[in-house]
């Protein structure tokens, strides 16, 4: 069956270091997104992705956060400059039309920052 | 008042019980509603979609009202399988495939 896959499953950083979490979506799936969950609290959204452009942002996905597609598989979000308050669970998202709840998400990427 | 809430559970019931889910959701555009399903530290899974006319999968039943911007989900006959926190999401808008969560309620269901 395939499925969305995320890398690394678990990053523990510095504050102010960049990360970048990778995501490898399924391949015939067109809309990509990520969202997050901090520990306890519900899931966010903060970007989705179609034709190589961001088509929406939530308030979350600030000027430290960026998207990108660079090779046609990956699907990556950069962090510039971590803050601690960016601790969270980070899912990858892929579906096949703009206009579907079915959303399929990747295991999530943990990022810790200290 | 929170975009979409969910009872805050946890539930715990037997093996067998009949459980129900309330959620009630706040943006009157939203067009689209969905059941996730969310395992312990895991990723979230579509349980099912909400139709305006109710609808059914098996032991599970989902009935939404739109006057009341209320969804439901009613679980029949509780598998020990069933425990897992249950969230209730919105889209944002026809047209949209962003989704809005609620915080969940976990359900536990014990032998």
């Known amino acids: 069956e395939p499925e969305v896959t995320q890398t690394p499953s678990h990053q523990v950083t510095q504050m102010g270091q960049e990360v970048i979490l990778r995501c490898v979506p399924i391949?015939?799936?067109?809309?990509f997104y990520w969202y997050r969950q901090i520990l306890g609290q519900k899931v966010e959204f903060l970007v989705s992705?179609?034709?190589?452009?961001?088509?929406?942002k939530s308030e979350i996905f600030d000027d430290q956060f960026s998207v990108e597609r660079p090779d046609g598989s990956n699907f990556t979000l950069k962090i510039r400059s971590t803050k601690l308050e960016d601790s969270a669970m980070y899912f990858c998202?892929?579906?096949?039309?703009?206009?579907?709840?079915?959303?399929?998400f990747g295991e999530g990427s943990r990022l810790t920052v200290l | 008042r929170k975009e979409v809430e969910q009872d805050p559970g946890p539930f715990n019931v037997p093996e067998g019980a009949t459980v129900a889910f309330n959620c009630t959701y706040s943006?009157?555009?939203?067009?689209?509603f969905f059941w996730y399903r969310q395992d312990c530290r895991k990723e979230p899974k579509l349980l099912m979609s909400?139709?305006?006319s109710g609808n059914e999968d098996g032991r599970f039943t989902a009935q939404l009202n739109r006057a009341s911007q209320y969804i439901s989900l009613l679980i029949r006959d509780s598998k020990l399988s069933d425990s897992a926190t249950y969230l209730c999401?919105?889209?944002?808008?026809?047209?949209?495939?962003?989704?809005?969560f609620g915080k969940g309620t976990m359900l536990l269901v014990s032998p």
């Open positions: 998202a892929s579906t096949w039309t703009g206009n579907t709840g079915e959303l399929f």
């Open positions: 391949s015939n799936h067109l809309y």
């Open positions: 992705f179609y034709n190589n452009e961001i088509s929406e």
């Open positions: 943006n009157s555009a939203s067009q689209s």
């Open positions: 909400v139709y305006s």
């Open positions: 999401v919105v889209n944002k808008a026809e047209g949209y495939s962003t989704l809005t």
